[in-house]
């Protein structure tokens, strides 16, 4: 997270729509996670804070896609999405997951919204008619990194629920080892993502 936050400072004249963006959500996100934390260090309930945290997350994500998919329907799909993920955070955290357990099925649709739209940007990717330089594109990295935390992401939240349920250990193990490589790979492909115009720069061929 520094580092992202590092990149988006020094070069935030030089950033595209898309990693500004990234760096607002990573911005963001940082109080948040440092909040859940510091409840965590204390033993004290944090889970309230990842049912507001999730919502404004995905509301990021999601308009990432709605500024370049050039699909109107998409769009308004996208806004849709945005509304029904909020909708369902507020519903479910005042009936079968409240503020104090794991909010996962939110966690799950959200996931599932962004594979979605990460694939559809893939599809207009290969049917527009242009030549498109991939490993140089900021939301290239960016899908990348989305699409491969979300599937994962997907799988580990049907788990988790029942697994804190079940065993306290089982779903740290499913945090520890799963989770984290995953969230990890994420801010990786957002690294790159902000330095991938410059490490994958055309060598200048003038003499």
């Known amino acids: 997270m520094i580092i992202i936050l590092g990149l988006f400072f020094v070069k935030a004249r030089q950033l595209t729509r898309e990693q500004k963006i990234i760096?607002?959500?990573?911005?963001?996100?940082?109080?948040?996670?440092?909040?859940?934390?510091?409840?965590?260090?204390?033993?004290?309930?944090?889970?309230?804070?990842?049912?507001?945290?999730?919502?404004?997350?995905?509301?990021?994500?999601?308009?990432?896609?709605?500024?370049?998919?050039?699909?109107?329907?998409?769009?308004?799909?996208?806004?849709?999405?945005?509304?029904?993920?909020?909708?369902?955070?507020?519903?479910?955290?005042?009936?079968?997951?409240?503020?104090?357990?794991?909010?996962?099925?939110?966690?799950?649709?959200?996931?599932?919204?962004?594979?979605?739209w990460v694939l559809i940007y893939y599809r207009q990717l290969f049917v527009q008619l242009k030549i498109t330089?991939?490993?140089?594109e900021p939301l290239f990295w960016i899908s990348n990194g989305l699409l491969f935390f979300s599937l994962g992401d997907f799988f580990v939240e049907g788990l988790m629920k029942a697994l804190l349920d079940q065993s306290l250990w089982m779903a740290r193990w499913n945090y520890y080892y799963i989770y984290l490589p995953l969230l990890c790979t994420l801010y990786i492909t957002f690294i790159i993502s902000f330095v991938c115009r410059d490490l994958f720069k055309k060598p200048n061929m003038s003499l």
């Not at 996100?29 to 934390?37: D, V």
């Not at 308009?63 to 509304?83: F, P």
């Not at 909020?86 to 599932?112: C, E, G, K, R």
């Open 133 to 136: 330089d991939l490993k140089s």
């Open 23 to 116: 760096g607002f959500i990573v911005l963001v996100t940082l109080p948040f996670e440092l909040y859940a934390g510091y409840l965590q260090s204390f033993t004290i309930n944090n889970l309230f804070v990842y049912h507001l945290l999730i919502p404004i997350q995905y509301s990021f994500y999601a308009y990432i896609y709605y500024c370049y998919l050039e699909s109107k329907i998409i769009k308004k799909l996208i806004l849709v999405s945005i509304a029904l993920v909020m909708v369902a955070a507020v519903a479910l955290a005042f009936t079968i997951q409240p503020p104090d357990t794991y909010n996962s099925y939110v966690i799950i649709l959200s996931n599932f919204f962004i594979s979605i």
